[in-house]
């Protein structure tokens, strides 16, 4: 089943690099073999679902290893969806 998904991570513990701990996560993620788009607010993803559910639990894992609090912010559209080029395709042609 086609799915996208919105992830946005927010280590919330107390001394520790956020920043280095959400690029650990982004480079995670793009090591991976779905659909990308990294925003400056959450990154979406686009493939199948059980495949993104399992990304998304290895992206958890690895902000886990650093923080021992994560907060995440997931979105996820499930079915018959319009891709983020799709999407977007009239906005970036209006850029140009």
Not at 28 to 47: D, I, N, R
Not at 67 to 90: M, Q
Request: hydrophobic letters at 50%; zero cysteines.
């Amino acid at each position: 089943m086609k799915a996208s998904l919105a992830l946005q991570v927010l280590p919330l513990s107390q001394g520790i690099d956020r920043i280095a701990v959400i690029d650990q996560v982004i480079t995670y993620l793009q090591a991976q073999s779905v659909s990308l788009v990294v925003t400056p607010f959450e990154t979406v993803l686009e493939g199948e679902l059980d495949e993104l559910l399992i990304i998304l639990k290895g992206a958890l894992e690895v902000a886990g290893q650093e923080a021992d609090n994560v907060f995440a912010n997931v979105k996820l559209n499930v079915g018959e969806i319009l891709s983020t080029d799709e999407k977007l395709k009239k906005y970036r042609a209006a850029a140009d």
